[in-house]
């Protein structure tokens, strides 16, 4: 199993050297693009970290103000519903509560989708996540930093 759960935030993006997974290494050009517009914008906003649903809709209005193309609860099958979809496959899960491990595991179910091609965790959850789930590209975008 690919647990490799950190007790510390892991923060995947660097303007300087642009996405980076958590061992510093550069992301496929592939992959890069969507997950790091998506990443860069949202860094530069607070959001409301006490429901959800809020959280996700304030979200979906600064990519709508930024001109990101997105989707909301996507259907990956099997019941399983992404709370964000981009071009190129990158789905997005938000989380403000919830264990490490169910995240992890809803997260490796998402990845098992052909939908999915990358995923982005953005959470306040301190956590890390391993650079890839069933061989996608996993990122996870800390919440509560962008919130100080």
Do not use: C, W
Not at 21 to 29: C, P, S, T, Y
């Amino acid at each position: 199993m690919d647990l490799a759960f950190g007790i510390s935030l892991v923060d995947n993006f660097n303007i300087n050297k642009g996405m980076r997974d958590m061992n510093g290494a550069k992301i496929q050009a592939a992959d890069s693009g969507t997950l790091q517009k998506v990443v860069s914008v949202l860094s530069s906003y607070s959001f409301s970290l006490s429901d959800e649903k809020v959280l996700q809709a304030e979200i979906s209005e600064v990519l709508d103000n930024e001109g990101i193309g997105h989707r909301r609860e996507v259907s990956l099958g099997s019941g399983e519903i992404i709370d964000f979809m981009f071009d190129g496959g990158v789905g997005m899960e938000v989380k403000i509560k919830g264990q490490k491990l169910a995240i992890y595991r809803q997260l490796r179910r998402y990845s098992q989708s052909d939908k999915i091609q990358s995923l982005i965790l953005a959470t306040s959850i301190s956590m890390g996540s391993p650079k890839e789930i069933e061989g996608k590209p996993v990122r996870v975008f800390s919440l509560s930093r962008a919130h100080l």
